[in-house]
């Protein structure tokens, strides 16, 4: 992966004001790409920012007309903005479930709604879309979590199955835990933050929390010509987690 080069290319991270997506829009400027940062706040390490609500379909397409007017049309859209609101199956609402379905899922959607015709005009693209090793798991303190990514998983299938005679090929990541301001905070909720990072750490056989850094390599290589044969897939990066599931 280290001699990788996306020179030229135009690509499009959500999530991209911080965790996973600020390490895959800096790793992607660094491999040459024009890369556009799609975020609720201000996104560094980006040719251009937009701060946008992925639940305002609007608003996307007015992201992506701009970023295709500056950069050129995007042929890589990494979508790793997300939220992950804690809850049991009974203890979530169902303003939650919805919610994070649409920003999960259906934003997902709009993305490749906006970006797709532009990947056509360039004979081909590639996406990624960040799933979660929950979406096999029973996460039962995650529950309108683990099911959205479970339908971002299926939904992955489908759009890589209707794209690819467009040459259009459709990825997604299945991370573990990932140390991010998203797991630090989750860790905050427990009576005893620094046993619930220990226990967390101790259900990864490498004996690590993933970084962010190591989710931007395989979205780089998935971005690039290496990966040139590979559509439909969920690739898990989880340190061994899906092993053992400790």
């Given at each position: 992966m280290g001699t990788m080069s996306l020179?030229?290319?135009?690509?499009?991270?959500?999530?991209?004001?911080?965790?996973?997506?600020?390490?895959?829009?800096?790793?992607?400027?660094?491999?040459?790409?024009?890369?556009?940062?799609?975020?609720?706040?201000?996104?560094?390490?980006?040719?251009?920012?937009?701060?946008?609500?992925?639940?305002?379909?609007?608003?996307?397409?007015?992201?992506?007309?701009?970023?295709?007017d500056a950069h050129g049309h995007a042929t890589i859209l990494v979508h790793c903005a997300g939220v992950c609101p804690p809850g049991s199956l009974l203890e979530s609402d169902d303003a939650t479930y919805l919610d994070t379905y649409n920003v999960n899922v259906v934003s997902a959607v709009r993305l490749l709604r906006h970006c797709v015709p532009g990947m056509q005009r360039n004979s081909g693209g590639s996406v990624i879309l960040a799933s979660s090793i929950n979406a096999r798991f029973a996460t039962p303190t995650l529950a309108a979590y683990a099911a959205s990514?479970?339908?971002?998983?299926?939904?992955?299938?489908?759009?890589?199955?209707?794209?690819?005679?467009?040459?259009?090929?459709?990825?997604?990541?299945?991370?573990?835990?990932?140390?991010?301001?998203?797991?630090?905070?989750?860790?905050?909720?427990?009576?005893?933050p620094a046993l619930a990072r220990e226990r967390n750490i101790g259900r990864h056989p490498l004996g690590r929390l993933g970084v962010a850094e190591d989710v931007a390599e395989l979205v780089a290589f998935l971005a690039g010509d290496g990966s040139r044969w590979i559509t439909g897939a969920v690739i898990p990066i989880d340190g061994g987690a899906a092993v053992t599931r400790r």
């Open positions: 020179s030229g290319r135009a690509a499009i991270v959500t999530g991209a004001a911080s965790g996973i997506g600020a390490a895959v829009a800096r790793h992607l400027r660094e491999l040459g790409a024009k890369v556009a940062g799609i975020d609720l706040a201000a996104s560094s390490d980006v040719s251009l920012s937009f701060e946008v609500d992925l639940r305002d379909d609007d608003a996307i397409a007015s992201a992506v007309k701009k970023a295709s990514k479970a339908a971002l998983e299926s939904l992955v299938r489908t759009a890589a199955l209707e794209l690819a005679t467009s040459q259009i090929r459709v990825n997604a990541i299945a991370p573990a835990s990932i140390d991010t301001p998203m797991l630090q905070a989750s860790f905050l909720r427990e009576t005893d």
